[in-house]
């Protein structure tokens, strides 16, 4: 069966310091993968998509970026952190357009 | 282009009553339409789903939803609550042609809260 991991399940950073968010997808071949960010009370706010290794498509311009270096893998980056980025991050995956996604546990991501 | 309308941000039951969620679609194909719920820090967990098959969809849970097309609705309902159904509930409508995002958009959630 598959399975989605993202790790770390909870993260505190200060402002201005570096980020990566791992997610990894087992048990399928060639997913589609998504990021989203749900701040405190809100909906999912879609980040980046990815359709194959390499290929990313960006929502919403800000300072985070996404990189698929691997077929299951999916990263979200950022070089600054800022304190608008503090929320809840959600990696998922899909392979079928209309079938539905997948999520991860999320990383609950605080900046001081 | 399509939308999603979950018609209340939050909903109060008593354990034991039934439990009415709203969602209304607009979309230019035959969507197929999901239900998903989130536990505080967890991710999202499907429920069930609609892909053009029978309109009434039953789910985990002991939750179903109708598909209505003359009404552009797919209400999730439950007919006893329970403490464990205390969640924030999202509907999501999709007519993608392929992969990635384009086409997929998500309500902006339901919180259902149970009295006791």
């Known amino acids: 069966s598959q399975t989605i991991h993202q790790w770390p399940a909870t993260l505190v950073q200060p402002v201005g310091s570096p980020l990566s968010l791992e997610c990894t997808v087992e048990?399928?071949?060639?997913?589609?993968l998504y990021w989203y960010r749900q701040a405190a009370g809100r909906g999912l706010q879609l980040l980046f998509y990815?359709?194959?290794?390499?290929?990313i498509s960006s929502e919403v311009p800000q300072n985070l970026s996404a990189s698929r270096p691997q077929d299951r893998q999916f990263i979200l980056s950022s070089k600054k952190l800022l304190l608008s980025d503090s929320g809840f991050y959600l990696c998922a995956w899909d392979r079928d357009p209309n079938q539905p996604q997948h999520f991860g546990d999320g990383t609950r991501l605080s900046i001081l | 282009a399509q939308s999603v309308t979950q018609l209340d941000s939050h909903v109060s039951v008593s354990e034991g009553t039934p439990v009415l969620l709203r969602c209304n679609y607009s979309?230019?194909?035959?969507?197929?339409l999901f239900w998903y719920v989130q536990h505080p820090n967890k991710g999202l967990q499907l429920l069930l789903k609609?892909?053009?098959?029978?309109?009434l969809v039953k789910g985990i849970n002991g939750f179903e939803a109708e598909f209505k097309k003359s009404e552009t609705s797919f209400h999730l309902t439950k007919p006893s609550a329970h403490m464990s159904d205390a969640a924030e509930y999202f509907c999501v409508v999709s007519d993608r042609a392929g992969g990635g995002a384009d086409g997929l958009t998500f309500g902006k959630g339901t919180h259902l809260i149970i009295q006791p």
């Open positions: 609609y892909t053009s098959a029978a309109t």
């Open positions: 979309s230019s194909y035959s969507p197929s």
């Open positions: 048990g399928t071949s060639n997913p589609n």
């Open positions: 990815s359709v194959g290794i390499g290929q």
